[in-house]
């Protein structure tokens, strides 16, 4: 049996004691920082407080422990996972960073705490171990900005969705269930439901969803955005009021992002379908028949991406979108951070890589890109905005993680 904890090693290690008397204590993980959600505040241990509680840890005879964490890292690509949290919807996303405030900073680098955490060990060290020199923090630049120079539509993300992931049905079911990737369905990505409805009045027009949207919903008419942009609709059942200039048929899409999927918890905790699961009416009239497309934006995907439109043609494009910019090394690639502030919420891709989400609600403004993603010559951001883009790709040489 073992103890985790972030405070009170006094408290914790004696109930730890009382429960196996006989045997060696074991810190399995102190939580020297903790890890964000989107639309909170970055967590942060101060320093003092890491040592008080790292000090009461060696001070307890014969306790050993585990750093949690000592390099937190990167959540990249959809590989961010999800808290349980008591109310619905009952979990909460985390960010891209994990870096966790931990000894050793996202990108590798020394903290406070690491230098703290060598003076306590020397305290408490017996015998005295032998200790290299440490090895050098890793340079971090901030590039020039990168102008975007051509897009794709929503329409054209859409046709270009592979044949193998794309189907129809009558009713709507989440990404899990799709007949793809040899049976296994969708796990991580986006998914739209397309299909036409009739509109015979120009005004008070209800499109009404029964269940809640799993996770980030869009709906566009016509390709284009429907609900504001500002007012999210997240994890819970909504109506929106809709309005054309032309009566007849439209095209409706409903486009849902999985944002996260629970990684702590126990079994109830792990029914996560992802995207829409119940029914959808249209001024009182079941919506039937739709076109599903599985969005999956997987590497080869993304690399084998064509028909680029100039955005010098088209300035006034709308999201959801692809941008692409491309931009010159000369000399050995360096880390760097992309400054995603200005942006609004989306994944970005390096060479193909996905280095993982923005959200302007923060707390992170800015995504780690390290070195060896980077290479000498022609390198290709491509980013997917579904809200609202930027016109450029801004770099910094340190993270803004909030």
């Known amino acids: 049996m073992t103890a985790n904890f972030q405070s009170d090693p006094k408290g914790n290690l004696d109930k730890l004691r009382k429960h196996q008397p006989n045997r060696p204590t074991m810190v399995m993980e102190y939580w020297n920082g903790w890890f964000d959600h989107w639309f909170e505040k970055h967590n942060k241990i101060p320093v003092e407080d890491f040592a008080i509680w790292l000090d009461g840890i060696f001070n307890h005879s014969q306790t050993s422990v585990n750093f949690y964490m000592f390099h937190g890292g990167t959540n990249f690509g959809f590989?961010?996972?999800?808290?349980?949290?008591?109310?619905?919807?009952?979990?909460?996303?985390?960010?891209?960073?994990?870096?966790?405030?931990?000894?050793?900073?996202?990108?590798?680098?020394?903290?406070?705490?690491?230098?703290k955490a060598i003076e306590l060990i020397n305290k408490y060290e017996i015998p005295k171990l032998f200790r290299p020199d440490f090895p050098p923090k890793s340079p971090k630049v901030a590039y020039p900005s990168v102008i975007l120079t051509h897009f794709l539509s929503f329409s054209d993300i859409l046709e270009q969705i592979p044949p193998s992931a794309v189907s129809q049905s009558e009713i709507l079911f989440p990404m899990e269930l799709l007949d793809i990737n040899e049976g296994n369905g969708q796990s991580y990505g986006y998914i739209a439901y397309q299909t036409t409805i009739n509109f015979l009045q120009f005004t008070e027009n209800k499109l009404m969803f029964d269940t809640p949207v799993r996770d980030f919903g869009i709906v566009l008419l016509d390709g284009e955005i429907v609900n504001n942009i500002s007012d999210y609709w997240i994890h819970t059942t909504?109506?929106?009021?809709?309005?054309?200039?032309?009566?007849?048929?439209?095209?409706?899409?409903?486009?849902?992002?999985?944002?996260?999927?629970?990684?702590?918890?126990?079994?109830?905790d792990f029914i996560q379908h992802k995207g829409l699961t119940g029914k959808v009416h249209f001024n009182s009239e079941l919506i039937k028949n739709f076109t599903i497309y599985a969005a999956e934006f997987k590497k080869d995907w993304i690399q084998g991406l064509k028909?680029?439109?100039?955005?010098?043609?088209?300035?006034?494009?709308?999201?959801?979108?692809?941008?692409?910019?491309?931009?010159?090394?000369?000399?050995?690639?360096?880390?760097?951070?992309?400054?995603?502030?200005?942006?609004?919420?989306?994944?970005?891709?390096?060479?193909?890589?996905?280095?993982?989400?923005?959200?302007k609600v923060g707390p992170q403004k800015t995504l780690y890109l390290p070195a060896p993603l980077l290479q000498l010559g022609e390198n290709i951001i491509i980013v997917f905005e579904q809200l609202e883009h930027a016109r450029e790709i801004q770099f910094s040489a340190t993270p803004q993680l909030g």
């Open 307 to 359: 028909n680029w439109r100039s955005l010098t043609n088209n300035p006034d494009v709308k999201a959801p979108a692809i941008f692409k910019a491309t931009f010159m090394l000369s000399d050995i690639p360096e880390d760097t951070f992309l400054d995603m502030s200005s942006w609004h919420k989306g994944i970005v891709f390096i060479n193909g890589f996905n280095l993982g989400r923005y959200f």
């Open 79 to 115: 590989m961010a996972g999800a808290n349980k949290i008591p109310k619905e919807p009952f979990y909460a996303s985390d960010v891209t960073s994990y870096d966790y405030d931990g000894i050793l900073s996202e990108s590798g680098d020394y903290t406070p705490k690491y230098y």
């Open 238 to 268: 909504k109506t929106f009021d809709v309005k054309v200039k032309k009566l007849g048929l439209h095209q409706l899409t409903i486009f849902v992002e999985n944002t996260a999927r629970v990684n702590f918890g126990v079994a109830k």
